[in-house]
């Protein structure tokens, strides 16, 4: 009885200390009769008239505006229902001011989700410590990014068969812009941990498990040297994960982590940790199954869904060349369409990919072969029909 009543206790706890009122897409099962994933559905005010559905684009910085393209050609040829209403915002293409970041915002509004590139963060300080991208996530409260990592069938890597997931909370942490001179030649950087955000993302976390079938969290941290604010984040999760016994949960040492990945990740499920870490850990784990080019990521508010690669990487240097690989745009642009449950249109572009991977005949360079960007849309357009 007493153990009912904490549980009941923690859980009004760590749903009343976060602003989130989600609309679920789907609800999960558990004894206490909790919310659902704190992923948002596509609200219906979003499909106009005629059956379609808007969608915001940022294109972003390096090779992102083609990766954009080879995505509008492929929803073309797919006869999919979605307007693009597209902005630019760029730190490196002198795009990028608080009126423009205020329509892209305005755009979300309406739009409820969005599709986006990478916007590059120069590293040269200009009197403003909190990049665009880091701006943008703030307004809109897209605290939980999730980068699934599943190998590609037909295309080999050192480890093959992989299917785990990456949950970063990416509000707080070092990543906070909070940065001064204390002394001449002495900086510095403070890094934000909450109960509130940490309660929320470890929730999000188990939800997810929950919702899509698996079987065990792992929360990642460096509690062994910074005991209180790494303290924090672990204790929340230890505490959420008492209100699901259904779900295998355990720690490990981001460093630990980073060995454990290379060496069998295999013993991973579903990965929950804070912004710094999350950011490391999302492109090691994409160079275990074919890097950035391949990997689809997501983040998520209360309210809004964002779609985008898993490892943000612009690819600068190949910009124009007509080079860069599409698959990770393309499979993020399917599961955003799944998310506006245009589950035809989804799996009729994820199909398409992954046959042109299994196949073999066109890939790009990053993944072994001489096709180019345009090659490869070509081969999947071909693919929707074959």
């Not at 240097?317 to 080079?323: E, K």
Request: hydrophobic letters at 40%.
């Amino acid at each position: 009885m007493e153990e009912m009543a904490f549980r009941l206790l923690l859980n009004h706890r760590i749903l009343g200390s976060s602003p989130v009122q989600c609309v679920h897409d789907q609800t999960s099962s558990s004894d206490l009769g909790k919310e659902a994933v704190l992923m948002p559905s596509c609200k219906s005010e979003n499909a106009k008239s005629e059956g379609t559905f808007q969608v915001t684009m940022l294109p972003g910085d390096g090779v992102g505006p083609e990766l954009m393209h080879a995505v509008k050609e492929v929803f073309k040829a797919a006869s999919v229902p979605v307007i693009f209403d597209e902005h630019h915002l760029s730190e490196v293409q002198n795009m990028a001011s608080e009126e423009k970041l205020d329509e892209v915002v305005d755009s979300m509004k309406e739009s409820k989700v969005a599709l986006i590139g990478k916007i590059h963060t120069p590293m040269d300080y200009k009197g403003e410590l909190a990049s665009y991208d880091m701006r943008l996530r703030r307004k809109l409260d897209l605290f939980a990014n999730v980068v699934h990592v599943k190998s590609l069938p037909g295309y080999k890597t050192r480890h093959n068969n992989l299917d785990l997931v990456i949950i970063r909370e990416q509000t707080e942490g070092e990543y906070s812009s909070l940065e001064h001179e204390s002394a001449k030649g002495v900086i510095e950087c403070l890094k934000i941990i909450t109960r509130a955000k940490s309660q929320r993302i470890a929730k999000f976390a188990f939800d997810y498990a929950t919702k899509k079938g698996r079987s065990k969290v792992t929360a990642v941290h460096k509690a062994n040297i910074m005991k209180l604010g790494d303290g924090l984040f672990l204790q929340c999760c230890e505490e959420v994960a008492e209100l699901y016994p259904k779900i295998k949960f355990d720690t490990m040492i981001i460093d630990n982590c980073c060995m454990q990945l290379v060496q069998n990740p295999y013993q991973f499920d579903v990965l929950v940790m804070p912004n710094l870490y999350g950011n490391i850990i999302d492109n090691l784990a994409a160079g275990l199954v074919g890097g950035a080019g391949v990997v689809p990521g997501e983040s998520y508010s209360a309210e809004y869904a964002v779609f985008e690669m898993g490892a943000r990487h612009p690819f600068a240097q190949a910009v124009g060349r007509n080079i860069a690989n599409p698959t990770a745009m393309l499979l993020s642009a399917a599961n955003m369409l799944r998310h506006l449950n245009l589950e035809f249109h989804s799996n009729l572009i994820a199909d398409a990919v992954k046959k042109v991977i299994k196949v073999g005949k066109v890939r790009t360079a990053d993944m072994g072969g001489y096709a180019t960007s345009l090659d490869f849309t070509q081969a999947v357009i071909a693919a929707l029909d074959a």
